[in-house]
């Protein structure tokens, strides 16, 4: 008997009918021996008409309020599929965050988890009921409904898999598993059947919507058995995400070509070549808790230089705001920020051992025509932000050039 935490997103709650198949699917578990815990998200859209309901109340609503607001989706959630398993003959109980009380702290609508109390849910699993936990939020120290953020049902199932020391965490999706990349932009991707916590990390965080940052730093953290799976589908063993990578280090240098269209670009030129100016510039950028992704920082002539840093698109109008404030303190000549960029990167533990992978990138794309205008590296990874308008083409020709698009020996 293993004790597993499933967690299904929006488009597997997305109807009362999926919410049955889901039911039917936890109860087969169930049946084979297992505790189950299931995390489950918002129906499909819910989130997005909760948002927009609070702005028509308030424009720029009150970040806690909105919480409350937005907290309720998940609150259905589980109240039907509960009900869907007890119509299936299962024992079932359903839990708030705060009644499991997912401690998090009190940056709302972006709150991260501090600990989980989990002698609640323990002694309910030991008494052969499932769980059903409401994904996505939490509570403060105050007593305050908290948000995690977008995606942040998969953290909570993570994160409860942590604290439950669970066999194994399975994320239910409308994927079958991670992909070299999006098919939907390269029909020719394949599925991984196994990809490291390392390549998957770089990969939510470089644009891969299959699973979100934080749910693979938990797991990467605390050695959770990571599994992405297709709710729509009966057979199948996803994608494994997992600590080992020596078996792979043989295998195809790149595992997959990520991307992000969310990008935004923000350039102050002229600003005063001395030491301490980056804190300066993203100091008060990060007091406004925007995440600052990229940054650059050109070399300096006639005492100044320019300092060029991406965000998230959303984010963009704000942090030029925040830099406006910023300019006219360091006495920096101007501004200029351009949000029609996104981020293409090549992902893959073998480059540790395999040199030219970024020289091999940059030609296929200057060969393309397609201008990098900026560049990032790590240990496993190259990103370079380039024009909008060539995301596809780009995202398909590394796809190609890195042989992604053969089927594996």
């Known amino acids: 008997m293993a004790l597993i935490v499933q967690k299904y997103g929006g488009t597997s709650m997305g109807s009362p009918e999926r919410i049955r198949n889901v039911a039917q699917r936890v109860a087969r578990f169930r049946d084979a021996g297992h505790q189950v815990v299931v995390v489950v998200s918002a129906m499909s859209g819910e989130t997005n008409r909760l948002i927009a309901l609070a702005k028509e109340i308030q424009a720029h609503p009150d970040p806690r309020e909105l919480d409350v607001v937005i907290s309720t989706g998940e609150q259905v959630t589980i109240g039907l599929l509960s009900m869907a398993l007890k119509e299936a003959g299962v024992d079932a109980k359903s839990y708030t965050g705060a009644q499991v009380r997912i401690l998090t702290d009190d940056i709302f609508n972006k709150a991260r988890i501090l600990d989980i109390e989990s002698a609640n849910l323990r002694r309910d699993l030991d008494a052969g009921k499932v769980i059903v936990v409401a994904g996505f939020q939490g509570v403060d120290a105050a007593g305050n409904i908290t948000t995690l953020g977008r995606g942040g049902s998969d953290t909570t199932g993570v994160a409860l898999a942590a604290a439950l020391s669970a066999d194994e965490c399975q994320i239910y999706t409308d994927v079958d598993g991670v992909y070299t990349t999006d098919p ?185 025509g397609i201008n990098i205008r900026m560049i990032s590296t790590s240990e496993i990874k190259i990103s370079v932000v380039l024009d909008e308008k060539y995301l596809e083409l780009a995202v398909r020709v590394l796809h190609r050039a890195f042989d992604l698009d053969q089927p594996k020996a």
């Open 184 to 368: 939907r932009i390269v029909p020719e991707a394949r599925k991984l059947d196994t990809i490291t916590f390392e390549e998957m990390l770089e990969m939510a965080s470089l644009g891969s919507k299959v699973l979100q940052i934080r749910s693979v730093e938990f797991a990467g953290k605390y050695k959770v058995k990571l599994r992405v799976l297709s709710s729509f589908q009966d057979e199948g063993e996803g994608t494994l995400i997992t600590v080992e990578e020596s078996k792979k280090m043989e295998e195809p240098i790149i595992s997959g070509i990520a991307f992000n269209r969310d990008e935004a670009k923000l350039t102050m030129q002229g600003v005063p070549d001395r030491p301490g100016i980056a804190y300066q510039i993203l100091g008060p950028v990060a007091d406004a808790n925007i995440d600052v992704d990229m940054i650059i920082q050109n070399v300096g002539h006639d005492g100044t230089t320019d300092f060029s840093f991406t965000v998230n698109r959303s984010e963009f109008e704000k942090a030029k705001a925040v830099l406006e404030g910023v300019r006219q303190h360091i006495g920096a000549r101007e501004i200029v920020g351009d949000n029609k960029v996104c981020k293409v990167s090549a992902v893959g533990v073998g480059m540790r051992s395999h040199p030219g992978v970024a020289s091999k990138m940059f030609r296929v794309l200057a060969e393309e």
